[in-house]
């Protein structure tokens, strides 16, 4: 999930790692920062031999323009 907040800070979030959240100030720092932040999520769930999610899909960003009417 990628959105932006109140205060326009870009936040992403990912359902399927409960606690893996990043943001950034731009879109594109956003969701640099949160591979980075689901690499560390996998790899500190395998140290604790903790099962790791897998999704049977992928996810894409979409950008949707809200109707100005």
């Known amino acids: 999930m990628l959105y932006q907040d109140e205060d326009g800070v870009w936040?992403?979030?990912?359902?399927?790692?409960?606690?893996?959240?990043?943001?950034?100030?731009?879109?594109?720092?956003a969701l640099s920062s949160?591979?980075?932040?689901?690499?560390?999520?996998?790899?500190?769930?395998?140290?604790?031999?903790?099962?790791?999610p897998t999704d049977p899909g992928t996810a894409e960003v979409a950008e949707i323009e809200a109707d100005a009417a």
């Open 34 to 52: 949160i591979r980075e932040a689901i690499a560390h999520m996998i790899e500190f769930m395998r140290e604790r031999g903790e099962p790791v």
């Open 11 to 29: 936040i992403a979030e990912v359902p399927s790692l409960p606690g893996c959240r990043s943001d950034g100030d731009t879109r594109d720092e």
